[in-house]
């Protein structure tokens, strides 16, 4: 019996922090707002629609939540084409064996559907995810695990049967809760910090096929 691989995006396929904190800090100027200490931290793997009146407090109207939004990521598309992007080591070999053998794959994010498609645009990958689960799927955000469910739904499988890759603490809170397999990529916390999941590691080539099946008690 098979299982699938649901991704994160963010900090799990490809390292964005740097023009996701580039993007807010360009906004927050061009809108003259301030960015309290420590935003982007407490801001990490949470859908913008939350981060702009919970964590950034500009707004709690709903049009102007949207146009932040929008504004954001229309300049963090513009970040990531004008200075190319790159995935994180070891990636693509673990996304070619899954591919090779077989394994179902899906990227389950928070991120803008446009985003990931441009950025595998860029990456010329867009073959390795024939099924994408983005914010504007879902109704609500990490930690809940609708975006996960959906992912699960989409592969054909029950929860049980999927294994979620994830490195923001909401998001293994999210797989917890859908009841899936959870493996930790130490991108954004260090391994002390991510006792939750069910394997940590620090690249996504360090597993093995093997490893994977072992999760759903079947190693061959």
Same mark, same amino acid.
Request: hydrophobic fraction near 40%; aromatic fraction near 10%; include cysteine.
């Given at each position: 019996m098979t299982?699938?691989? =649901?991704?994160?995006?963010?900090?799990? =396929?490809i390292d964005s922090?740097?023009?996701?904190?580039?993007?807010?800090?360009?906004?927050?100027?061009?809108?003259?707002?301030a960015l309290p200490p420590g935003y982007f931290k407490k801001a990490f793997g949470k859908?913008?629609?939350?981060? =702009?009146?919970?964590?950034?407090?500009?707004t709690?109207?709903?049009?102007?939540?949207?146009?932040?939004s929008d504004l954001k990521e229309k300049?963090?598309?513009?970040?990531?084409?004008?200075?190319?992007?790159?995935?994180?080591?070891?990636?693509?070999?673990?996304?070619?064996?899954?591919?090779?053998?077989? =394994?179902p794959c899906c990227?389950?994010?928070?991120?803008?559907r446009l985003n990931i498609i441009?950025?595998?645009?860029?990456?010329g990958w867009e073959n390795y995810f024939p099924i994408i689960i983005t914010a504007e799927d879902v109704s609500k955000g990490k930690p809940d695990p609708q975006v996960f469910l959906l992912a699960a739904q989409k592969l054909h499988l029950s929860p049980d049967r999927c294994v979620?890759?994830?490195?923001?603490?909401?998001?293994?809170?999210?797989?917890?809760?859908?009841?899936?397999?959870?493996?930790?990529?130490t991108t954004t916390h260090p391994p002390s910090e991510l006792t939750e999941a069910d394997l940590v590691v620090g690249r996504l080539d360090e597993l093995s096929i093997a490893q994977l099946k072992a999760f759903f008690g079947n190693s061959r």
């Amino acid at each position: 019996m098979t299982f699938g691989a =649901i991704f994160d995006w963010d900090g799990v =396929i490809i390292d964005s922090s740097r023009y996701h904190e580039e993007s807010w800090e360009r906004l927050a100027k061009q809108e003259n707002k301030a960015l309290p200490p420590g935003y982007f931290k407490k801001a990490f793997g949470k859908r913008n629609e939350n981060i =702009i009146p919970d964590v950034l407090g500009w707004t709690q109207g709903k049009k102007e939540i949207q146009r932040f939004s929008d504004l954001k990521e229309k300049l963090y598309r513009r970040i990531m084409v004008d200075r190319g992007i790159s995935p994180l080591p070891g990636v693509k070999p673990f996304l070619e064996m899954l591919q090779k053998n077989k =394994i179902p794959c899906c990227v389950g994010s928070s991120t803008p559907r446009l985003n990931i498609i441009t950025a595998l645009g860029l990456l010329g990958w867009e073959n390795y995810f024939p099924i994408i689960i983005t914010a504007e799927d879902v109704s609500k955000g990490k930690p809940d695990p609708q975006v996960f469910l959906l992912a699960a739904q989409k592969l054909h499988l029950s929860p049980d049967r999927c294994v979620v890759f994830e490195d923001a603490f909401v998001g293994i809170q999210a797989a917890k809760a859908g009841g899936m397999k959870i493996i930790a990529v130490t991108t954004t916390h260090p391994p002390s910090e991510l006792t939750e999941a069910d394997l940590v590691v620090g690249r996504l080539d360090e597993l093995s096929i093997a490893q994977l099946k072992a999760f759903f008690g079947n190693s061959r």
